[in-house]
Structure formats: structure tokens, C-alpha cells
């Protein structure tokens, strides 16, 4: 049976224990739920400015504004027993725990023990780097979506990293891809090539997903000391605020909605099919430069010498214009490309960035947001094929849509702006992918001939790509959709480990070992109630370098 239309205007969602993302409007709920007390801020007079908004809106935007997304690590088929008790939550402020011996029989907990491990190892004194040797800097999307994985067991260390992240803030708000801390030699390329040998660049030139209002909303809504919470979230707001701004000034100058954009390492999918066709512009004449990837992975897990070419033929031209001036590079960029990750992950953290604007009473900066999430909904109405039943990026300076089935395609149910049809076809779509694989969700359709398991981002499992997958599918009602994926992503981590990526057919494991973000998910995702009773137990000084 389909599941119910979650764009139907009775369907959006309202209170109960775990905050504003669970049962939709008018639904009984469950005796077996204890509904939490509303807090001052749920029991606010709606926002004028929200008021008005939702009068002048059509009838088909009002209903996005009248639900919440599904909770950001939410535990599926496990939610009913949590809010009766059965697993740790947070309730105005304070979490309670079940002790390790509680636990139940299948709780992994080696693999949080591990985890915990992993994240301590990666922690390079306030930041955390994806995996030691390979990627052995501060990566944007990386320490958002860690910060959540520290949240579980050390609150103040979580708060830390994404401070640490917008030291690197650019004036303009734009927040970098790479911030380079300390230097290493392991990487290429670095500061001496972003910025030049005798003035190395304190970061990269371009930016990455915007996932960080993702995560101060989930660091503030779990919090377990109100206080630090409210105070990071006002020292952090602004910032956040900039670097969306910075998004709709430089990369959708043309006000379409959706932004590009320019170098596929600002996708966080550097080597994904969607880019093929885009990438076809001519190589320049390069600097001989030595790649250090293939020093640490087998070069079939890696992007090809001729990608490379290209990615580096872009670092030195957007270099060459004024050092990365973001007034210029949209319009000099030979690849510019409206990417379904980055703006899936934008409109969701546009939503999030609302939430919080309405709790520190920011009604001017709520209105803005709206213009931003009407147009964005527009804007997503320009990737929908409809022929293949799929969302797909689409190359700006050509109009043409990527001809790449890819698994980002999937996310526009993360960010909330499929419809009710456009969800059925996705997960007919996605129902027969699985059925080729043994592990889902491969990051390109296994029966498209450019399928490769191991290489980058052509074929591999990403654990992060299945979370947010999985939490869309959830809030469109496709929950046993949602628990293949999650039962896949345990297996997947119980076989191999932590793992960058794996490979969809036999499920062994690929690209850096120790990995951060996998770790990360374990904590906040896989094994939340295990991690919450195991981590308060290790939870103890931060590691740094020095001490």
C-alpha cells in the first residue's frame, strides 16, 4: 500500500516527545507516546511575519511551511519503543541512559567503542580530519556531520568543531571547503598551491554542502546543557546567516532559485558521472604537480589522471581571477552546474536556519529565508526528468540536464520539495537498484554501463548519502524502504568497518580507513542508543596534539 500523501494539507507534522517532526496534523497519537511538555518557544503567538507569509502564499507552499522534516538521525522502526522509554532521549535538557548492561543483545558495541576511538584518533585539537594521511586537514561537510557524532559523547568538543570550521570563514561569508590548520605533506594540493609557496593560503578558494545549520540545530534541540547551547547558537547564527547569503550572492546571481556549482569538489562528490559531460573543457597548460591521493589509495578507488588535469585546470584559473574573487568566477567558470547534494542539502538547512531564527526571534531574517525556500522550490522544478523518474543535476551553461542516474537524485526527499508523485517514482526507481545490489545505496544506477563498485563516487556506498536517503524516505512515509537502507548500513559497517566508502556487491570496504564521518554516523545514527549508554562512560578530557 503507498503510503500517505505527506504534502496533503492535514498531513503536516506537529509535537510529541522528540520535538516538532513526528506525527502528522490530526493523526491520534499513540497511548504508548508520552507527548512532552511544550516549551516556552512552541507555545510563542506565531510570528507576524510568518502569519503573513502563509496568507500570500499559494495553496501548494503553504503546506512545507506547515510540517517539519523528519527527524535529522532518526531511529525508524525504533521510534515508538524510544518515546516509551525504551531508549535514552532528551527531555527539556536532560538525557537520561540506559547503562551498558541494559542495552539490547543486538546493541554493536564494539563498533561504538570503535567509533569513539576513531573520532579521539582523528581529533586534531579542536577539528577533526577524515582520515589520517589522506585527507589530513579540516573538510567542510566532514565536520558538520562529525560535530553530530561528538555530540553523543562529548557535547562542548561538538560545539568545538564547527566553531573551528567558521575560523576559516571568508569576509564574504563564504565558509571554505578545506581549512588548512596546521601544514602536512600528505595532500595534494595544499596550501602552497591554493595560494602560493612563499604566502601559503590559509583555505581552499571554493566551499562545500552547507551542512551546518543542520547540525546547530541538532547540537541545540539535544543539548544537555541549555545554557552553552543558547550561547554557541547566538555566537554561531550570524555566521550561518553570511554564508547562506553568500550562497544566493555568488552562486545564483541570476536569482533562479537554485545555485551553482563551479568545481565538482564543491559537490562533496568530486568524481561522480553527473560531471562528465560539464567537464569536457580544455585542459590548460598545468604546473608538473605529483598527486599524493594514490599514495594511501589503490588509484581504481580514485579519480582518473585526466580528472585530475581538469580539477586543477579550474584551481588555477579561478586563482588567476583576483584569487578566487567570487564576483567573477560564476561568470568565468567553464563548469557551472546546479548539483542536487548541494542544493538538496541548502533547502534543508535554509529550513533548519528558520527554526532557528524563530528561536532568537529573528522575524526580518525569517522572511528572508522564505523568498529563499519559495524560489528554491521553484528552482527544483528545472531537474525533475520525468522520462527516467528521477531528479538530476543540470550543466547551467548548456541548460541540459546530466544524462547520470546518480544517488543524489534521491535527495530532494532530505530537503522536502518532491512531490507526492515524484516520490513514488523515485522509490520505484530506488526499489529496483537495490534489487541489483547487495548492499544499498550505490551512488550510480548498477545498471547504467559507467557503474564501477570501487571507484570514487561511481558506483561506491557512502554511509552519509544512506542517512539522508533514509531520513527522506521516512518522511514520505516509505519507512521499510527507509530500514532496508539502514539495516544495509549496519551490515556494510559490521563487515568492513570503518570505511570511507563500500562496495555495493560484496560489501567490502574502500577508499581511507578510520574514517571520520563513518565513525560519525555509528554515534549519531546506526547506534544512537548504544553510543548514548557507552559514551558517557568514555567521555573525558580532549585529545590534543600537545597534551
Known amino acids: 500500500m503507498a503510503p500517505q500523501d505527506p504534502l496533503a494539507e492535514n498531513n503536516g507534522y506537529t509535537l510529541d516527545s522528540q520535538g516538532p517532526d513526528s506525527f502528522p496534523l490530526g493523526m ?34 503553504v503546506f512545507w511551511r506547515k510540517r517539519s522534516l523528519h527527524r535529522l538521525f532518526s531511529l525508524g522502526n525504533m521510534d515508538a519503543k524510544a518515546r516509551d522509554s525504551n531508549i535514552p532521549q532528551s527531555i527539556d535538557g536532560k538525557r537520561s541512559r540506559k547503562s551498558e548492561q541494559e542495552l539490547d543483545e543486538h546493541a554493536r558495541t564494539q563498533i561504538v567503542e570503535d567509533s569513539i576511538y576513531v573520532m579521539r584518533m582523528n581529533d586534531f585539537g579542536g577539528y577533526t580530519v577524515p582520515a589520517q594521511g589522506l585527507y589530513p586537514f579540516q573538510w567542510n561537510w566532514d ?42 605533506n600528505t595532500y595534494f594540493p595544499g596550501p602552497d598551491i591554493w595560494g602560493t609557496p612563499q604566502k601559503p593560503s590559509k583555505s581552499t578558494g571554493i566551499t562545500q554542502p552547507p551542512v551546518a545549520a543542520l547540525s546547530v540545530r541538532f547540537l541545540y534541540e539535544h543539548t544537555e546543557n541549555p545554557e552553552l547551547a543558547e550561547q554557541k547558537l547566538v555566537s554561531l547564527f550570524p555566521k550561518l546567516l553570511a554564508w547562506h547569503r553568500w550562497w544566493y550572492k555568488a552562486r545564483d546571481p541570476e536569482n533562479t532559485g537554485v545555485v551553482a556549482i563551479l568545481h565538482p569538489w564543491e559537490s562533496g562528490m568530486d568524481n561522480s558521472p553527473a560531471w562528465d559531460e560539464s567537464m569536457k573543457f580544455p585542459i590548460d597548460k598545468l604546473p608538473r604537480y605529483v598527486r599524493c591521493d594514490l599514495n594511501h589509495v589503490d588509484s581504481c578507488m580514485r579519480p582518473t589522471q585526466e580528472t585530475y588535469d581538469r580539477y586543477l585546470t579550474l584551481l588555477h584559473r579561478f586563482k588567476a581571477a583576483n584569487f578566487y574573487d567570487p564576483s567573477r568566477l560564476y561568470w568565468i567558470s567553464p563548469f557551472r552546474v546546479t548539483d542536487l547534494c548541494v542544493n538538496s542539502i541548502l533547502i534543508r538547512a535554509n529550513r533548519d536556519l528558520r527554526w532557528l531564527a524563530l528561536r532568537l526571534e529573528k522575524d526580518d531574517i525569517v522572511k528572508e529565508i522564505d523568498e529563499w525556500l519559495n524560489k528554491g522550490f521553484e528552482g527544483f522544478k528545472q531537474l525533475w526528468d520525468e522520462d527516467s523518474g528521477l531528479f538530476k543535476c543540470k550543466d547551467q551553461l548548456t541548460g541540459k540536464l546530466a544524462n547520470a542516474p546518480i544517488s543524489a537524485a534521491f535527495l530532494p526527499l532530505f530537503a522536502g520539495v518532491a512531490t507526492k508523485e515524484q516520490a513514488d517514482k523515485l522509490t520505484h526507481n530506488l526499489e529496483r537498484w537495490l534489487g541489483q545490489v547487495n548492499y544499498g545505496v550505490p551512488s550510480m544506477d548498477p545498471e547504467d554501463h559507467r557503474f564501477e563498485p570501487l571507484r570514487y563516487w561511481r558506483g561506491p556506498v557512502w554511509i552519509i548519502m544512506n542517512w539522508m536517503i533514509s531520513n527522506g524516505l521516512r518522511h514520505y512515509g516509505y519507512d521499510e524502504l527507509a530500514d532496508r537502507i539502514k539495516d544495509d548500513s549496519i551490515s556494510l559497517t559490521t563487515k568492513a568497518g570503518l570505511r570511507e566508502y563500500f562496495d555495493p556487491l560484496t560489501g567490502d570496504g574502500a577508499g581511507g ?30 585529545k590534543h596534539l600537545n597534551a
Open 28 to 61: 491520534k497519537i499513540p497511548s504508548t507516546v508520552k507527548v512532552r511538555r511544550p516549551s516556552a518557544a512552541d507555545l510563542a503567538p506565531q510570528s507576524p511575519i510568518l502569519a503573513e507569509s502563509l496568507a500570500k502564499s499559494p495553496v501548494d507552499r
Open 143 to 184: 565536520s558538520a556531520i562529525v560535530s553530530a557524532g561528538w555530540a553523543v559523547f562529548d557535547e562542548a568538543r561538538a560545539w568545538e568543531e564547527l566553531e573551528k570550521l567558521f575560523s576559516g570563514q571568508w569576509e564574504d561569508g563564504m565558509v571554505p571547503s578545506i581549512v588548512f590548520h596546521r601544514p602536512s
Open 513 to 542: 580507513r578510520n574514517f571520520s564521518w563513518t565513525a560519525a554516523m555509528c554515534l549519531a545514527w546506526l547506534d544512537r542508543p548504544a553510543a548514548i549508554a557507552i559514551g558517557h562512560k568514555m567521555s573525558g578530557p580532549k
